[in-house]
């Protein structure tokens, strides 16, 4: 079977929204990609993930062209709650940054990128197989694949893993140089999505002895709720009604009493983990998003985070490409972890202090306890949480 040649400046392997939005920035600055991606565009669209951008993610999106849904559709946070059995208190993040963040789901993010490289004519395949790379130390790299039973080979000068955390692009940094640091939490979310009012008009964090809880939304008549469950608990251990049950015990009871109940359009059971991959480039492979670093949903950062990587990244092909320079790009990775390592450290002081990781850990469920209690009255300490929760800037 013959093999079709395509030229291109910067491969992306990955059409999810990390990689779209690097694709986006690059082409409004008439710097040339392919995308591909292993999935069809339809099961991309159907992937249900987080929903609260932070004020860096909102601006960066604006900037891209495509942030206008977000600021008409979106929902405009300044705060969040949460609580500790029956009491809570707020975090203002308005007050205390001065910033907000939108409640908008990645899916709706995802469509938006659509649209918008779409209409810029991008090259993007889809259902993509067989995929290999190829000669990342010589001054252009390639890329295999198999699409629509056609072999396709792709030269260029670099390459963007935004494959995720199944990807195959981190597989290609050296052993003897790749390090990865891993926290496996000793439990799992179990969450839905209803057709149903939110339980309140902001996110909810509750920590509560029998686990934790987060009441989250898509919008005004679409509920996303996790619980924290053991890692032995299955999708059909837990019936709707034993889920809306047990979500309202740990919820604070003002909450309960209005909590609207409905059937499940969507159920799924996340194990929680933290990883950092270290370094995230190697010659001409450069690393994005979930293919270098998972986190857990508490603080909603995987995203977020993915977001800050291509800001980063972007900027580096943009001074390589109109000015010449090569330092962005060569301090990809020392400058992106920088911020990775802050915010996965957020992400597992949010998760460890909300959670009861062992139910016969009682001194580490009353220390727990004790900081919540100690976060509600210094707004120091609220101050910090709202800094990290905006996020940091770029």
């Known amino acids: 079977m013959k093999t079709k040649k395509l030229h291109t400046q910067v491969a992306i392997i990955g059409g999810g929204p990390s990689g779209l939005l690097l694709s ?53 946070h300044d705060g969040f709650l949460i609580s500790s ?11 205390a940054t001065g ?20 209409k810029m004519k991008a090259n993007i395949f889809h259902c ?20 629509s039973k056609e072999n396709y080979e792709i030269t260029c000068d670099y390459i963007a893993g935004c494959d995720g955390s199944m990807g195959i692009s981190k597989n290609y940094i050296p052993k003897k140089i790749k390090k990865s640091h891993i926290i496996n939490y000793p439990f799992s979310w179990l969450g839905i999505l209803s057709n149903t009012k939110p339980v309140n008009d902001e996110l909810i964090y509750a920590s509560h002895e029998r686990g934790f809880a987060l009441a989250s939304m898509r919008n005004e008549n679409l509920s996303r709720y996790y619980i924290q469950t053991p890692h032995t608990d299955k999708i059909e251990h837990w019936p709707d009604e034993l889920f809306w049950d047990e979500l309202c015990i740990r919820l604070p ?29 190697w010659k001409n492979l450069f690393l994005a998003g979930d293919a270098a670093h998972i986190m857990p949903p508490t603080g909603a950062k995987g995203l977020n985070l993915a977001f800050s990587d291509i800001f980063y ?5 943009i001074s390589y490409y109109k000015k010449g320079s090569s330092t962005k790009l060569n301090n990809y990775s020392k400058i992106a972890l920088k911020r990775v390592w802050k915010t996965v450290g957020f992400s597992k002081w949010m998760t460890s202090i909300l959670h009861n ?18 976060l509600k009255k210094s707004e120091k300490a609220q101050k910090l949480v ?9």
Do not use: W
């Not at 009491?87 to 007050?95: A, C, K, V």
């Not at 010589?138 to 890329?143: A, D, L």
């Open 24 to 76: 986006q920035i690059l082409m409004r600055q008439n710097i040339e990609t392919i995308i591909i991606e292993a999935q069809s565009r339809e099961y991309v669209l159907k992937r249900i993930r987080a929903g609260v951008l932070e004020h860096g993610s909102v601006e960066l999106l604006k900037n891209a062209g495509v942030g206008e849904r977000i600021i008409t559709d979106g929902i405009k």
């Open 85 to 95: 059995e029956n009491e809570s208190f707020r975090i203002d993040l308005s007050s």
């Open 99 to 118: 910033k907000s963040v939108y409640v908008y789901g990645q899916t709706e993010v995802t469509i938006d990128l659509y649209k918008a490289q779409d």
């Open 128 to 147: 993509v197989k067989d995929v290999n790379i190829s000669d990342l130390n010589s001054t252009k790299s390639k890329v295999q694949f198999n699409c």
């Open 253 to 281: 009871k003002p909450y309960c009493r209005t909590l609207e109940r409905g059937k499940s359009i969507e159920k799924s059971v996340t194990k929680l983990r933290s990883l950092i991959l270290e370094p995230m480039q």
């Open 313 to 317: 990244l972007s900027q580096g092909f």
């Open 357 to 374: 990781s062992n139910e016969n850990s009682l001194i580490e469920r009353d220390l727990n306890k004790l900081e919540l209690a100690e």
């Open 386 to 394: 709202a800094e990290q929760y905006v996020g940091v800037a770029y």
